[in-house]
């Protein structure tokens, strides 16, 4: 059960705001948990297992590893060395332990299959685990709100990745008012407006060129279709984010935002500080700055942001088509910071030069999303191919692209205007009015007919 | 003696491919089967049948006679690369070898038909009466008796054999105009989603200088065609029995004739999806579409209507559509429409008087 998805909307979400609503402040966790358990069960009845296990098996690793040094007697030093020896064992097996799970289920030696979220519940949960080895959190003490924390429905799915200290005090005490509902209720329409209207549309060209075969599209289509796929990609992924901070606020909490309008940067560096922001900041804190971050000269860096990549394509799949995803934004982001040391930022500040690094990052983006895209490798070669006309084109219909453009033109105007912030803009200035509101509101059920007619299929698959 | 076929049964156990045998074997009986059945029905027809093997790579040869003044002899050459020759009707003389088309549909899979097994012929359909329709009640699920039994000649033809000719169908038809180089030569009807039972009165059919696309009822009052090539049912399984389905279909088919009087109507088997997609769990299954296609086969009377199968070429051995020629296990590929294309360029019907630009195939 999706956020976008007619049973999510029209039953769980009302119904459970409801008990939410009238339950006494001191069992809104218990609620929540309980809630966020029924969720999860709808999407994924097999692994609510693994849930279940791994959270109470996570927050007694917790409570061992914040175990302070509350030392008395003699030998003090001795005993502080052993117990330190001794957390740093537990943080190993720990990180060991709930990456190795991640990585069974991600490598298919399990059932092939990855349990519903567990890419992003495995993180938090690390997550948590090293702030609290490291003194910057405090242990949990009661497992139903770290249980909480994991598994509220809003982000157990598809995150955002928020740390335990950014909900810490929410988990305490929270506000849950019918002014956080409506505000809460407007920010997930505009996620869902994304996700059903430009998203799901923009799929279904690139299902199209894909039905059509690789072999068989012009060059043209090819750009145009990796555009669409571009698109969609950040029209679902930053939909579901607005949803879960909609849905966040909603019942009292202020999660993190995801995606800082990407597609406006500058930079494959700087896309990627906008681009599932909490994922990269997870990376930074707990991969590239231990290691050493750009302290230790120009190679070490390069060599650690390489660490990055390859487990950031790791962490999208096992595949080899991430590792050359991952490698080339790796490339690039080195190639951007040795140009950047030569000045080459300078020259293209002034004038029309400006253009420059936005014409570069949508050039490069939409080839790198391809290969994150196109799991078989044979097949990303001829769509790169046909991309870059170097693979003879089979029975390639001559006006594809035009086509293309007349049947998605309007959305992909819609798509551009909302990468850019002046939709964000707008959203802030009227989204309290009342045109505004109505507007809202009409979107919001403009979307559910939309899920409605196409039932639960967003690329009408059962429709030939 | 008991050396030598100690000695072959240990050959054949160690070093064989056994699974070669598996295809041609399955062929034969699904065959044999059919024949038996057909007989049993029929029981004006006596039958005699005989399956002598031949060696391990080589034909088998199946006689079947009748009689009743017509005498049926069918040969099924088979090599175990899967091309073959099956019952060619022998009438006043003329040998009429059918060509890869009408192998069983489950059998094939992506062999190439047999260049050599196209239809030799005097360019004349032949009498249908005598078993035709009797086949098609047979055989459950075996398509190729009737075509066989009806002894329709087929013709190899160009492309400009379309030139009068109109597709009706769905996204599988939508296909074969974006891919199959006919735009400019047929006309085609067709759309997404289309069903049998809003066949006539969806409003798909563009007119030049007109904004406001018409009905394919309107069109083809307007127009007049030869040939119609009809391609539909996918989008029906979920609802109504395979019953219910036929009955739309036969009186769609009634009303085609009805609007093209001139015209021959060739019904072609809903093609199959892959057995991953079949196994999905929804409606769309190859089951569905085989017991659907067994009852379209024999609305075919081969003398204006004629049902053509193309899911032999582009099926594998699970029975099911060959997983690389497409991406959702629904739709061929582009540059896979070729496939079905060639199928209806060697399966052609050529009426009495119209002019033969083609040569014959041999």
Redesign the interface.
Known sequence: MGFSSIEFLLCFLPLFLLLYGVTPRYMKNAVLLVGSMVFYAFGEPEYLWLLVVSVPVNYFLGLHLARGARLKGKNKRQKKKKLEYERKILLAVAIAGNIGVLAVFKSGIGSGRLPLGISYYTFRILSYLIDVYQGEETKETSLLRLATYITMFPQLLSGPIARYGEVREELYEREFSAKNIQAGLKLFTVGLVFKVLLADRLGLLW?EV????F??ISTPLAWIAAVAYSMKLYFDFYGYSLMAVGLGQMLGFSLPSNFNDPYMASSVRTFYRRWHMTLGRWFSRYVYIPLGGNRKGEWRTLFNLLCVWLLTALWHGSTLNFLIWGLMLWALIVLERQLGRLGAEKLVSRGVLRALPHLYLWFVIPVSWMCFAITDLSQLGIYLGRMFGVVEG????AG?WAKALTNYGALFAAGAIACTPVLGKLFRKFKDSLPGMFLLILLFWLCVWRLQVEGQNPFM???? | MIFWAAAGIVYLAAVDDWQVYAKPLEQVKIWYEGVKQEFRQADSVRAEEGMPWADVSGADVVAVSGSEGMTVSGSEGMTVSGTEEILAPETDGTTLPENGGIVPSDGEGMAAPDAGGTVVSTGDVLPTDGMGPAGGEGAAGLPEIPEADGGVVYHTVEDDYFADAVFIG???TVGML??G?LEETADFYAS??LTVYKMFSSEIVAVEGQRKKISVEQALSQNSYAKIYLMIG??EM?TGTVESFVEAYQEAVDHLLELQPDAILYIQGIIKVTTERSEQG?Y?NNEGIEARNEALSRLADNERIFYLDVNPEICDETGGMEPSY???G??L??????IWKTYLKEHAIIKDGQSVDCEPAD
Do not use: C, M, P
């Open positions: 299902r894909q039905v059509t075969g072999e068989s089979i029975r390639v219909s594809d698959y059962l429709n030939f | 769905d996204s599988r974006e891919y180089g997404t989603g996918i989008n979920g929804d769309i497409t991406f959702d629904v739709h590929k582009a540059q896979y429409i070729d």
